[in-house]
């Protein structure tokens, strides 16, 4: 049996909290406006992946959870391109390296949050997919250029190539060589970002982003206003509230970009409905917090569906938890090491007694308690069977 190369990496799960929301080019992902975003942590939300290349496959494939996917897709076909051509220039260079680069892809993952949560897990999954095979082929880790091929196969995936807080520049080239995701701070910049994420159960299929967004771009009066007057300032403002620790406005940034990016949704023709009546009600009591609290202390989130993520900083975690587990402590993903219910704390004005807790605590299925995280780490994991070439 000829020789199995592999290497094992990880890929975290970013939020927006500047939308990414159009493409000015479809093929290469390129958007029509700067976004930011927090990446979490991996041990809440990760891919694994373990990718693997031998002269004896003969099939570039994948597996994810055990289920086998194509690799097929033109997407997906782009990605390991250019991971090929990487590796190729690097053999042409150093003729001691072993002639890899044409050798078929095992790609293995393994998703550590339920694929039911239905939380978009394409980001993650092109970070570890990228990252594992750029340690295979023993590229240079420059995560911005490796962004650019993790672009092309989901857009906010170049942002997962980063920890902490990211920010994706549009770039203005054609061939979309400054189109790539940077770090604005890393986690430990700014280490008390926690995040709560509610996933709201809804039986409709949502519009795949990239339909979505065709049609926000081709018909959405208001789209040419968000990309040409709200997001240039936004973006600016987002990164230094970022650089100053100041959750006051970041967090009004993040819930009025969330606002934003529904809006456009809802002036396409005809009109996108991301958020559901759950996602509302959300809104309202995070709003109702932060009005009992006199100050921002909790932001909320919504991308393609009706899921809300909430951003809070630690030392606000018993007001922010304390009055989430008021409706919806039936939830699975509470975890006493997280959170502890006895130190829940509601301030006197909020108006827990007006709010009927049958309604507002309707349509939730899970909560996921989480924070900012790290970037792609590689590890000595193997999530190959070295005999067979196929998942352990
Ligand atoms: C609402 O990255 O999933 O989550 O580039 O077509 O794969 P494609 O789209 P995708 O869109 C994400 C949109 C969003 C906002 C964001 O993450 O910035």
């Given at each position: 049996?000829?020789?199995?190369?592999?290497?094992?990496?990880?890929?975290?799960?970013?939020?927006?909290?500047?939308?990414?929301?159009?493409?000015?080019?479809?093929?290469?992902?390129?958007?029509?406006?700067?976004?930011?975003?927090?990446?979490?942590?991996?041990?809440?939300?990760?891919?694994?992946?373990?990718?693997?290349?031998?002269?004896?496959?003969?099939?570039?494939?994948?597996?994810?959870?055990?289920?086998?996917?194509?690799?097929?897709?033109?997407?997906?076909?782009?990605?390991?391109?250019?991971?090929?051509?990487?590796?190729?220039?690097?053999?042409?260079?150093?003729?001691?390296?072993?002639?890899?680069?044409?050798?078929?892809?095992?790609?293995?993952?393994?998703?550590?949050?339920?694929?039911?949560?239905?939380?978009?897990?394409?980001?993650?999954?092109?970070?570890?997919?990228?990252?594992?095979?750029?340690?295979?082929?023993?590229?240079?880790?420059?995560?911005?250029?490796?962004?650019?091929?993790?672009?092309?196969?989901?857009?906010?995936?170049?942002?997962?190539?980063?920890?902490?807080?990211?920010?994706?520049?549009?770039?203005?080239?054609?061939?979309?060589?400054?189109?790539?995701?940077?770090?604005?701070?890393?986690?430990?910049?700014?280490?008390?970002?926690?995040?709560?994420?509610?996933?709201?159960?809804?039986m409709k299929k949502d519009v795949p982003?990239?339909?979505?967004?065709?049609?926000?771009?081709?018909?959405?009066?208001?789209?040419?206003?968000?990309?040409?007057?709200?997001?240039?300032?936004?973006?600016?403002?987002?990164?230094?509230?970022?650089?100053?620790?100041?959750?006051?406005?970041?967090?009004?940034?993040?819930?009025?970009?969330?606002?934003?990016?529904?809006?456009?949704?809802?002036?396409?023709?005809?009109?996108?409905?991301?958020?559901?009546?759950?996602?509302?009600?959300?809104?309202?009591?995070?709003?109702?917090?932060?009005?009992?609290?006199?100050?921002?202390?909790?932001?909320?989130t919504f991308d393609a569906g009706p899921?809300?993520?909430?951003?809070?900083?630690?030392?606000?975690?018993?007001?922010?938890?304390?009055?989430?587990?008021?409706?919806?402590?039936?939830?699975?993903?509470?975890?006493?090491?997280?959170?502890?219910?006895?130190?829940?704390?509601?301030?006197?004005?909020?108006?827990?007694?007006?709010?009927?807790?049958?309604?507002?605590?309707?349509?939730?299925?899970?909560?996921?308690?989480?924070?900012?995280?790290?970037?792609?780490?590689?590890?000595?994991?193997?999530?190959?069977?070295?005999?067979?070439?196929?998942?352990?």
């Amino acid at each position: 049996m000829p020789e199995i190369h592999y290497a094992t990496s990880t890929g975290p799960v970013n939020i927006a909290t500047l939308k990414y929301w159009g493409k000015r080019d479809k093929d290469l992902n390129l958007p029509t406006n700067n976004s930011i975003s927090v990446t979490l942590d991996q041990n809440d939300l990760k891919t694994l992946t373990t990718a693997s290349c031998s002269e004896s496959f003969k099939e570039d494939h994948l597996w994810i959870n055990g289920e086998t996917y194509s690799l097929e897709t033109p997407r997906s076909i782009q990605v390991l391109k250019d991971l090929r051509s990487l590796r190729e220039e690097l053999e042409i260079s150093n003729n001691e390296l072993p002639k890899i680069s044409q050798f078929k892809l095992h790609i293995i993952s393994e998703n550590n949050f339920p694929t039911a949560a239905g939380l978009a897990s394409s980001a993650a999954g092109f970070a570890a997919l990228i990252s594992s095979v750029a340690k295979l082929y023993k590229l240079p880790t420059d995560y911005s250029e490796l962004s650019k091929i993790a672009r092309k196969g989901s857009g906010s995936a170049c942002r997962s190539l980063f920890g902490g807080y990211v920010a994706w520049e549009m770039g203005n080239l054609e061939n979309g060589e400054d189109s790539k995701a940077i770090q604005i701070a890393d986690r430990k910049h700014w280490p008390t970002m926690k995040a709560a994420i509610l996933v709201v159960s809804d039986m409709k299929k949502d519009v795949p982003s990239t339909s979505g967004m065709q049609l926000t771009v081709k018909t959405s009066d208001l789209f040419q206003y968000r990309i040409n007057e709200v997001v240039p300032k936004r973006y600016i403002e987002m990164k230094e509230s970022i650089l100053n620790k100041n959750f006051q406005k970041f967090a009004e940034l993040t819930m009025k970009d969330s606002n934003s990016f529904h809006s456009v949704c809802l002036d396409s023709y005809p009109p996108i409905f991301y958020l559901n009546d759950t996602s509302k009600n959300i809104i309202k009591l995070i709003n109702l917090l932060n009005e009992a609290a006199g100050k921002l202390i909790a932001a909320y989130t919504f991308d393609a569906g009706p899921n809300a993520v909430i951003y809070y900083e630690e030392e606000n975690q018993d007001y922010v938890l304390g009055m989430l587990y008021k409706f919806f402590d039936k939830l699975d993903g509470w975890s006493n090491d997280k959170f502890n219910p006895a130190n829940a704390k509601i301030f006197d004005s909020f108006p827990l007694s007006s709010l009927d807790k049958e309604i507002y605590s309707q349509g939730v299925s899970r909560i996921i308690l989480t924070q900012v995280g790290e970037g792609p780490v590689e590890t000595d994991d193997v999530l190959i069977d070295l005999e067979t070439g196929l998942p352990k």
